[in-house]
């Protein structure tokens, strides 16, 4: 065994220089081939040091670095100095291994960096005190009340997502939506997340800008599975609406779809605390569902996920997405907001 790895290190001090430049190549070359991958397939996970907002740009960066490595790999081949069949392996998986790294590391700060830039909702909204929790009301402009309402509930366990979308999309139709924002409590277990459901339910139906008999539910992420829950514990919802709930804590493994958004870090933090969050059992909206009868309630899930059936709610399927990334799905958000202008208005 000694002889053996004398015989490596002999080899390895005799070709380091070529080991080091074809290490760079490979480099370089899997930099730019994971950097056409992730622009091809829409993988902002994977896209450094440019996202998928600036396509022509990454592709000319990804096509120069792919330009080099060739020229390179000309250059060492023209120099005759193979490298053994061990190292040269050895090589091609540090190269690769590393550019990967470095792809999934930059890609998590350069999306660090974007959401920093954004702002979670329309700066246009009331800010509301409702005891421990904040939230924000939004109100239809230029027309006449009152109006249909909801009351909207984000995902306890995703601080920072975008809702602007959904409320814009909203109030344009003309419903009045109460955000709640559930990051700003201490607390947050069952039962203390499904009293301040009812209280934001109870404050929509006293405002006069708002109509009693039309005030609903919309929840995204964890957020549905507590509106499914609050719908069967109030029979007076007008219509209730949930964006890709979580409903079970034993869903399948999630792929590259959730690179789509979110980087590799995040989204290993989100699916591990969907998988471990006690909120999920605790909330069991599978049999929360069971127990919401002729009301208008619907659930909206990507094709390839979601339950195949779910009692009597309707369940409207669209195209990509990802469970973990509801709030950034424009065709989900999209297809709830005409589902729950057609029910409320």
Request: with cysteine; charged share 15%.
């Amino acid at each position: 065994m000694a002889d053996v790895w004398h015989r490596v290190l002999m080899q390895v001090a005799l070709v380091w220089r070529p080991m080091l430049i074809q290490a760079a190549l490979t480099f370089v070359a899997a930099l730019g081939a994971f950097q056409v991958a992730a622009l091809r397939n829409g993988l902002e996970g994977l896209a450094w040091p440019v996202g998928l907002r600036h396509k022509r740009f990454g592709y000319s960066l990804a096509g120069l670095l792919l330009v080099i490595a060739l020229l390179g790999g000309v250059l060492l081949a023209l120099l005759n100095v193979p490298l053994p069949p061990l190292l040269s392996v050895t090589v091609l998986l540090a190269g690769s291994g590393l550019a990967l790294s470095l792809l999934v590391v930059g890609a998590a700060l350069r999306l660090l960096w974007r959401k920093k830039q954004q702002q979670p909702l329309p700066p246009w909204g009331r800010p509301i005190q409702l005891g421990p929790l904040r939230a924000t009301f939004y109100q239809p402009a230029g027309r006449r009340g009152p109006f249909p309402a909801l009351c909207l509930l984000p995902d306890p366990t995703a601080s920072g997502d975008n809702l602007s979308l959904l409320v814009r999309a909203l109030v344009e139709g003309g419903i009045a939506v109460l955000a709640l924002d559930l990051q700003s409590l201490n607390i947050t277990d069952r039962l203390t997340l499904q009293g301040l459901v009812s209280v934001g339910v109870s404050h929509l139906a006293q405002r006069p800008e708002t109509d009693a008999e039309r005030v609903g539910l919309v929840g995204i992420g964890l957020g549905g599975d507590l509106v499914l829950r609050g719908a069967a514990m109030d029979p007076g919802m007008a219509a209730t609406l949930a964006i890709e709930p979580v409903l079970s804590s034993d869903r399948p493994g999630l792929g590259l779809e959730t690179l789509r958004d979110l980087s590799w870090f995040e989204a290993q933090r989100r699916a591990h605390r969907w998988r471990h969050s006690a909120l999920v059992k605790g909330l069991d909206a599978p049999t929360a569902i069971r127990r919401i009868i002729s009301r208008p309630v619907a659930i909206v899930v990507g094709c390839a996920s979601g339950p195949d059936t779910a009692g009597s709610l309707e369940i409207l399927r669209v195209d990509g997405g990802c469970p973990l990334t509801p709030a950034a799905h424009t065709e989900a958000l999209k297809r709830a907001a005409e589902w729950l202008m057609e029910h409320l208005t």
